[in-house]
């Protein structure tokens, strides 16, 4: 019997924030999915193909991380694949409203528990969406997403602006 955790996500893209909680979840189950959820509503920088490949080539080092995407409930993804927890980081108070919201909206529809990692200092400012903006306006971002994402993430920046007409 294997003990499973999701960290689920919009990974657009993964930032060491996001790999502090999936290395620490990593240690404390048998198995970590990484559920990368499609919102049609929103268009990402990244295709979820493109997050899916970093984060499985990012994660490969621990072992025992599963990477997949999900359209739909995340709640249907932890019922297909029996997963009982989700695992989520709290970066700060202002987080916690709505993380409750879900986790009590979740456990109602299904039972499936919600864990909380505090967020390490350091990544308590970090998020995806900020490491876009700064990087698209120039801002150094390296030491705030892996290596790798950090690349993809330069070369899609110079892809948009060599792609602008005016
Ligand atoms: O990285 P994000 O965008 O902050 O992650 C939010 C996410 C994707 C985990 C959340 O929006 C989610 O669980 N979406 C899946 C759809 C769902 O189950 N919605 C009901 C939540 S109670």
Known sequence: MFRRA?????????????LDIIERASRLYDVVHVAVLVNKSKKG???????IAMIEEIT???????????AGLLVDYCKDR???AIVKGL?????????????????GLTGVETLFVPTSPTYSFLSSSLVKE??????????????????RL??????????QTD
């Not at 700064?134 to 690349?151: C, I, K, N, W, Y």
Request: glycine content about 8%; proline content about 5%.
């Open 154 to 163: 330069t070369e899609r920046i110079a892809e948009r602006s060599a792609g």
């Open 91 to 107: 970066r700060a108070v202002s987080d916690f409203d709505y993380e409750l919201q879900m986790a009590q909206m979740n456990h």
């Open 60 to 70: 490969a080092q621990y072992g025992n991380v599963k990477v997949e995407s999900h």
């Open 45 to 51: 920088m990244f295709t979820v193909e493109e997050r």
């Open 6 to 18: 999701v960290c689920p996500g919009s990974f657009d893209p993964i930032t060491n924030g996001h």
């Open 82 to 84: 029996e997963i009982p």
């Open 134 to 151: 700064v990087a698209t306006l120039g801002g150094d971002v390296s030491h705030l997403v892996p290596e790798l994402v950090f690349r």
